[in-house]
């Protein structure tokens, strides 16, 4: 690390369980994003100002007036360029050292099996069921860590799924694929803005400990009511029915 990286990541490295070796491993890892959104957003400010090494984005979408309350990478001149460009312009101007690689597309299954075996970290801030379950489909496959955020109106949950461990459960081990849950649309549904803020900033902290090899937060699922702000945790257990991680 030359010296401006050791005064640009110094508060890391002042952290005992960080040091250099933490900051040397996030600046080695590769983390993968699907979805440049409400949590998309923030998560990919704090890797990049955290100094991750590489990080892919993926979101088919252009900038719409309606993204500016949350997604807190635009610019009201953002408005109708695509997502993953006016993203990467704030961000190499946060941190120009971040490798980043955008992807203005919808990652379909067989997409998703290419990226996530190259990624070390994958954060799903997607805002649909069909997205969730490829992405974890992908992992448990490549046996990576999946971080996975979601937020609508004052709700938000947050868990980590350390598919590098057998043990772990995986997305489908809490929402079946062939579950009854309801589609909610995201695209018209309200969002308190704070709390998309709040929720990506977390799967931002999480991969980043992943990475470092620092806690340990996986195999509970964490519920926020914003409007009593009060949180929640619950254990998740792997299924040993689930159709998706119960065969590996
Ligand atoms: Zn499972």
């Given at each position: 690390m030359?010296?401006?990286?050791?005064?640009?990541?110094s508060r890391h490295i002042l952290l005992a369980e960080f040091g250099v070796e933490g900051q040397r491993?996030?600046?080695?890892?590769?983390?993968?994003?699907?979805g440049a959104g409400g949590l998309g957003c923030p998560a990919a400010l704090y890797l990049a100002s955290s100094g991750?090494?590489?990080?892919?984005?993926a979101d088919p979408d252009k900038v719409d007036l309606t993204n500016l309350q949350r997604q807190v990478l635009y610019r009201t001149d953002s408005v109708g360029r695509p997502k993953v460009d006016a993203a990467?312009?704030?961000?190499?101007?946060?941190?120009?050292e971040v490798e980043l690689i955008t992807l203005q597309q919808r990652v379909a299954a067989e997409d998703l099996r290419t990226l996530v075996a190259a990624a070390d970290v994958v954060l799903d801030c997607s805002d649909n069921f069909a997205t969730?379950?490829?992405?974890?489909?992908?992992?448990?496959?490549?046996?990576?860590?999946?971080?996975?955020?979601?937020?609508i109106r004052f709700d938000a949950q947050l868990m980590v799924f350390d598919l590098r461990k057998r043990e772990a459960p995986c997305y489908s081990c809490l929402f079946p694929e062939e579950g009854e849950v309801e589609e909610v649309q995201c695209s018209v549904m309200g969002v308190l803005a704070p709390m998309t803020g709040a929720i990506g900033a977390l799967q931002a902290m999480e991969a980043i400990k992943i990475v470092a090899g620092i806690g340990d937060t996986s195999g509970r699922?964490?519920?926020f009511d914003?409007?009593?702000?009060?949180?929640?945790s619950v254990r998740v257990a792997k299924d040993p029915q689930c159709a998706v991680c119960s065969s590996r």
């Open positions: 030359n010296d401006e990286q050791l005064l640009r990541y491993r996030l600046g080695d890892a590769h983390a993968l994003l699907i991750i090494g590489r990080m892919t984005i990467r312009a704030t961000l190499a101007a946060i941190n120009p969730r379950h490829a992405v974890n489909r992908a992992c448990v496959e490549h046996a990576k860590p999946l971080v996975s955020g979601a937020a699922l964490l519920l914003a409007k009593s702000s009060e949180w929640r």
